[in-house]
């Protein structure tokens, strides 16, 4: 699978069905040679204007399956919010 794959698909927590929104990137372990996050924007009020600039880390090994179109994941996603940089 390529990383270009990974960010067509759609993000969908398991633990309430809630979608999370697209992956845009991703963070890569270089010592290990494997994904170890997912980055996917939080949806921000007013297309970004007077909000703070969020996104999801979500782990990889929360990822459960991968569809054709989504991707699964179980998670508390209030943990994983992160100001961007």
């Known amino acids: 699978m390529r990383i270009y794959d990974l960010k067509q698909r759609e ?3 398991i633990r309430d069905g809630s979608r999370i929104g697209y992956v845009s990137d991703i963070i890569v372990d270089c010592e290990e040679g494997s994904v ?4 996917v924007p939080c949806a921000t009020k007013l297309f970004g204007i007077l909000a703070a600039e969020q996104e999801y880390h979500i782990p990889w090994e929360k990822v459960k399956q991968i569809g ?3 991707l699964l994941v179980d998670c508390d996603c209030s943990k994983l919010l992160v100001n961007c940089e």
């Open 68 to 70: 054709d179109d989504v």
């Open 11 to 13: 993000v969908i927590n």
């Open 36 to 39: 170890s996050k997912l980055i």
